[in-house]
Nanobody, 120 residues
Framework: QLQLVESGGTLVQPGGSLRLSCAAS????????IGWFRQAPGKGRVGLSC????????NFADAEKERFTITRDRANDLVYLQMNSLKSEDTAVYYC?????????????WGQGTQVTVSS
């Protein structure tokens, strides 16, 4: 069973930056794509970006692609989401997910989520 654990969520002021981490078990090192998603209060889960097993990055959300960057640390089985110029509307629970192969299709494994609150 693949396990994903998100961390790094916290309260941050508008305009600030935050880096979320997704820790994955060894399974993800070569076989899986990792994606970041978020779910704002009262809304559905939305895909943000993904990095596949070859390191190719896919942006699912055009509105955030200039502010959010996904990176992968293969040596430590970590995937990061760097978020800059945060806005109140970025307040949400952020999830990472994993699936074999590419960034497209249904996602097999999910983390428990980490809360990001953007407020002054």
């Amino acid at each position: 069973q693949l396990q994903l654990v998100e961390s790094g969520g916290t309260l941050v002021q508008p305009g600030g930056s935050l880096r979320l981490s997704c820790a994955a078990s060894k399974f993800t090192r070569n076989d899986y794509a990792i994606g970041w998603f978020r779910q704002a209060p009262g809304k559905g889960r939305v895909g943000l970006s993904c990095i596949d097993k070859s390191g190719t990055r896919i942006n699912f959300a055009d509105a955030e692609k200039e502010r959010f960057t996904i990176t992968r640390d293969r040596a430590n089985d970590l995937v990061y989401l760097q978020m800059n110029s945060l806005k109140s509307e970025d307040t949400a629970v952020y999830y990472c997910a994993a699936r074999r192969g590419s960034c497209y299709g249904s996602w097999t494994y999910w983390g428990q989520g980490t809360q990001v609150t953007v407020s002054s």
